[in-house]
């Protein structure tokens, strides 16, 4: 049984229980074994995390120690999995830029706050994860972000939607929905999910399942991948050997 865990608060105005409630019961669903935490002393315990298979950060606006980010990055590095969305991962500690660099974005401005009416525009790269999720609307925060160019971007919405100082310059496709590693860990980033009534949304609400289990499968790879690297050495030195 794969093992996950969830670890909310920070900015009440996200609803992090509510979402963090919404994210247990999908991984739930999915045979997962759940620990649920409203402090970021679960991060305290390196060797706890570094066991996990998938870490789910729902934390707005918050300071991390240097120590528990780095505990963080750590397990990823090994392969444990993490995601999220919209500022519970990607608005979550806007002091620590090593936190920015794993997850792959920070926010910086939602034009128009909330309610905006936008389109989210499924892109099929080389990566099939939204294979068969359809472009779809949604009225929130659009969120407007500093992207890592390392990452494969699954989803974007058009700029500017809204006036305002950025909308004289050429529109933009923002990344919505995006993956990157960490080491041999797997990253996964959705920027939807202002509140929980737009994460139940059913697209959004698929999009983070089909992410979380991404992203817990990505120690079994890299474990299959070691295993499989050492076999070939192993082989190659027995070649050399006669």
Known sequence: MKRALIVWGGWLGHEPKEVADIFHEVLGEQ????????????????????????????????????????????????????????????????DNVDWQFMTGGQWVAHPGNDGVEYAVNIKYSSSSLLEGIEDFDVRSEQYYLHVDPAVEVLATTRFPVVQGPHSLNKAVDMPVVWTKRWGVGR?????????????????????????????????????????????????????DSQ
């Open 31 to 94: 045979g997962f074994e759940v620990e649920v935490s409203d402090t970021l002393d679960a991060f305290n315990d390196k060797e706890k995390l570094l066991a996990l298979d998938l870490i789910v950060p729902v934390w707005t606006m918050g300071k991390i120690s240097k120590e528990q980010a780095g505990n963080v990055s750590a397990a990823v590095q090994s392969g444990v999995g993490i995601a999220g969305c919209h500022g519970g991962m990607c608005d979550a500690f806007r």
């Open 187 to 239: 990253v996964f980033y959705c920027s939807l999910g202002h509140k929980a009534n737009i994460v139940e949304m059913p697209p959004v609400k698929e999009i983070m399942r089909r992410g979380f289990a991404w992203c817990a499968e990505g120690k079994t790879a890299a474990e299959a991948s070691r295993r499989q690297q050492a076999a070939k050495a192993a082989y190659t030195g027995m070649g």
